[in-house]
């Protein structure tokens, strides 16, 4: 497969060193294109004195001497080198594409727009809970092809899997396939939300008839166009009872004929967000043998991650929650959904190109005070300032201060931005960070 092939490995970062790692061990030749430039990785760079590397940029002579392309998920296909070297016919790979044509065991992939490193995180402890060796790894983590040279056949691989690893998949297959839900995001990377939505559906293509789908039948775009998924249809609700699978009933997970697995209420996760991730998580242990009680002992022992409603502390009465994952306007919709009002909302970051408007009805409700920063500020504000007034800040800590002077007993200051964080910060865990020292220091 990879035997006296010139590899090309696009991207140098944490994915793309775990690949390069791999395939030294390999009988090929590997070469690196790295758009940032050589100081950034000198160290990492001298560990493979016999991989050729190319820093400062992509360049298309590059991507055309080459047999194979490990293409990095932050690298767009849509670069010019790509273009070319598809134009010659020379195939494109994901990490997770050569991964799979290495690794032993079962392959459990989850995608979707919103909660997929919580249902990734606690899936894993359900099969771990249930005496499986489970690893959590992908997007949320280890790249998969760090796993391949000491796997088994009997491991179970969970893995966090995002559009931009699903564009270049070729062969790549899990057993279990999740899809969570489907919201407006990336709209910087996408023309429109529909190849969006279809790089999400590509978890399905290779499925065959003795796989499984796990799938949200309260998703619209899922229910309409479940009929292109080929494998064994499991579907999970908390809104209806769906033709087949489990759903919540007050709190409840069942299966269709009423019987309770687990109960989410008796869990450290709140919100119905993170009821719509149990739900996929329980569907997944189910379809792994996973017991119920099991289950419940890693629903009941998992803790939020950090940064997806994330509960800081309270001062005075007033609770501070850290939701600086949510950076699209569906995560925002769900953590809003879980408080019943005089929530004092701060948003805003880098634009993402969607629709502030879908978030009128709960901010007109539920929303005391508007708190707008960064780049998209303006715009949120143009989009939501005919249902709550919105009020500027130039730092996150400004809106945290002004936020808790105003705040009562019973208020809720919340950061959920809607936006990406690189106007301002590192990563939304930086985002999150700051406001977390700012909270404690109230």
């Not at 010139?6 to 758009?35: K, Y």
């Not at 360049?59 to 690298?75: A, V």
């Not at 056949?153 to 969970?158: G, L, R, S």
């Not at 936020?403 to 809720?412: W, Y």
């Amino acid at each position: 497969m990879i035997q006296a092939k010139r590899i090309l490995v696009a991207g140098f970062a944490q994915t793309g060193q775990a690949v390069v790692d791999f395939l030294v061990g390999q009988p090929c030749a590997v070469a690196v294109s790295e758009m940032q430039p050589a100081d950034e990785f000198r160290n990492e760079a001298a560990k493979y004195p016999n991989v050729k590397f190319e820093f400062g940029g992509h360049t298309t002579e590059t991507f055309l001497k080459t047999d194979l392309i490990i293409l990095s998920p932050g690298i767009p296909d849509s670069i010019t080198p790509v273009v070319e070297a598809r134009k010659k016919g020379i195939p494109i790979w994901s990490e997770i594409e050569l991964a799979y044509h290495f690794l032993k065991g079962t392959l459990i992939g989850i995608t979707g727009t919103n909660g997929k490193s919580t249902t990734t995180e606690l899936t894993g402890k359900m099969l771990q809970e249930g005496g499986k060796r489970a690893y959590v790894c992908g997007n949320i983590g280890k790249p998969l092809i760090e796993f391949c040279k000491n796997s088994k056949a009997d491991d179970f691989y969970v893995i966090e899997l995002s559009s931009f690893q699903l564009e270049t998949i070729v062969e790549f297959r899990p057993h279990i396939a999740a899809l969570l839900n489907l919201a407006e995001d990336h709209l910087d990377r996408y023309p429109s939300v529909e190849p969006y939505y279809q790089a999400k559906m590509r978890i399905f293509k290779n499925q065959k008839e003795n796989d499984f789908a796990a799938i949200n039948y309260d998703d619209p775009y899922i229910r309409s166009h479940a009929e292109s998924i080929h494998s064994n249809k499991f579907w999970f609700s908390r809104k209806v009872v769906p033709p087949s699978g489990i759903y919540s009933q007050e709190g409840l997970v069942r299966v269709i004929s009423g019987a309770s697995i687990v109960n989410f209420n008796l869990g450290k996760l709140k919100g119905v967000h993170n009821l719509e991730n149990t739900l996929c998580a329980a569907s997944i242990g189910l379809l792994c043998g996973v017991t119920n009680k099991a289950m419940q002992r890693a629903i009941e022992s998992f803790t939020a991650l950090h940064h997806r409603m994330e509960l800081i502390g309270e001062k005075n009465g007033v609770q501070y929650y850290d939701d600086s994952k949510a950076t699209n306007v569906d995560a925002v919709v769900k953590s809003l959904e879980s408080f019943p009002g005089d929530i004092h909302l701060i948003m805003g970051g880098k634009d993402k190109g969607c629709d502030y408007k879908v978030l009128s009805d709960l901010v007109k409700t539920r929303v005391k005070r508007l708190l707008l920063i960064g780049e998209a500020k303006e715009r949120i504000a143009s989009e939501l300032g005919s249902v709550r007034k919105p009020e500027f800040f130039s730092t996150l800590e400004e809106a945290v201060k002004s936020a808790a002077r105003s705040a009562q007993k019973g208020d809720v200051v919340l950061l959920s931005p809607a936006c990406s964080s690189f106007d301002m910060f590192l990563n939304y865990k930086e985002r999150g960070r700051v406001f977390r020292e700012t909270v404690n220091k109230l």
